[in-house]
């Protein structure tokens, strides 16, 4: 199939492109679009078959079920039996990059939650992705749009490397603000639980909810084991065809180490403003100044520009799995397959 690409650019252009796409997702047709987090894949979120499309597009095991996006916090009455918590939640962080599991009404088909009795839901704030769950009048279930096992994409581009041919439209907002995958909470009788890190951290919904847990998962791959609470956690993820080597070092025995191990056709990954200390080297950039913000947006597209450029290895420090940190190490620890270097004494 021929996929549409379209560049978003705010003028009168745009309102027939909403309108195409939105006719495409009430067809049951997939349609990528921007959030403030990743590219989603879009698809009615009402429809079964449509649901498939998902799955086959991406390649995605089917007991890993979708995010249902909704333009407004509220529309989660219409897919999800809505607990108060949801509610305060909202108010503080919707729209935003916070994902909220909650038991699911009958509309949503059984194909979009792989099968489980919740629903995960999230209302984006990336415009472009509200205007179109509105002009659709649908909710969206979207997953990340990349094929399964790939690093998240964060421009249109990688959404068109991974599924050019496979869907039926791309619509193209420029690079993602944030970079990595919403945080995803799952709310119960007795609390609040983190089944996967992102901008709203631990600090953020404890402020809002009282306690609130990380999954072991979160920081020990192996934790998910076989019956994880998100069966997304199970799946090896966002690991690019270079090796991922993470270093657990202060930083100046990381330069240290570093230096001394790599190879040609090996690369480093530090922010520019340490880019000076490996000259000789293939540096790739974390962002213009050590930060978790610029990281985290700089992540998953130097994964994948490691890949275009053909490294074999790819060496980078291991944040701390702390606040703002907790995301990137999150989905480093899982593109590196969970092994560390440790350099640094061990407590
Ligand atoms: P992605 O679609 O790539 O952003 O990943 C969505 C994540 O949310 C995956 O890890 C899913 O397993 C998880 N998820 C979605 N719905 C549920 C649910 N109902 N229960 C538990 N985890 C969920
Ligand atoms: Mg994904």
């Known amino acids: 199939m021929e996929t549409e ?3 978003l ?8 492109v909403f309108a195409r796409a939105a006719a495409l997702l009430r067809a049951g047709e997939l349609v990528a679009f921007p959030t403030e987090t990743v590219y989603g894949l879009g698809a009615s979120a009402l429809d079964a078959d449509a649901a498939r499309r998902i799955y086959e597009a991406k390649g995605r095991p089917s007991d890993n079920p979708l995010i249902v996006h909704i333009a407004d916090p509220a529309e ?3 897919v999800a ?4 918590a949801y509610r305060r939640l909202a108010a503080r962080f919707m729209p935003g990059p916070l994902t909220v599991i909650m038991p699911k009404r009958a509309c949503i088909p059984d194909g979009v939650t792989g099968g489980l009795d919740t629903v995960a839901v999230r209302c984006p704030s990336h415009p472009a992705a509200r205007r179109l769950i509105e002009t659709a009048e649908l909710p969206i279930a979207a997953p990340s749009a990349n094929r399964s096992g790939s690093p998240s994409p964060t421009t249109a581009q990688h959404v068109l490397r991974d599924l050019g041919g496979r869907i039926r439209m791309i619509l193209d907002g420029g690079p993602c603000e944030i970079g990595l995958e919403s945080t995803v ?8 639980e983190i089944l996967r890190p992102g901008a709203v951290t631990e600090r953020m919904l404890a402020d809002v909810l009282g306690e609130v847990t990380v999954a072991r998962a979160v920081t020990d791959p192996g934790a998910a084991g076989e019956h994880p609470q998100s069966p997304g956690m199970k799946y090896k993820h966002y690991a690019p065809a270079a090796q991922v080597v993470l270093i657990d070092a202060v930083p100046t025995l990381f330069t240290e180490y570093v230096r001394a191990v790599i190879r040609p056709g090996e690369a480093v990954a530090v ?9 000789g080297c293939s540096v790739l950039s974390l962002g213009q100044t050590h930060s978790a913000a610029e990281a985290s947006h700089a992540l998953f597209s130097l994964l994948r520009e490691a890949d275009i450029r053909g490294y074999s290895r790819l060496y980078i ?8 940190y907790l995301a990137l190490y999150n989905r480093l620890i899982r593109a590196a397959g969970g092994r560390v270097v440790r350099l640094n004494p061990q407590p």
Do not use: F, K, Q, W
């Open 76 to 78: 989660a009455d219409a």
């Open 317 to 324: 420090a291991l944040p701390p799995p702390t606040g703002e």
């Open 81 to 84: 039996y809505v607990p108060y």
């Open 185 to 192: 909470i799952r709310l119960t009788e007795s609390g609040c």
């Open 5 to 7: 690409l379209y560049t």
């Open 271 to 279: 922010p520019d403003d340490e880019a000076a200390l490996y000259d």
């Open 9 to 16: 650019d705010d003028t009168e252009t745009d309102d027939a």
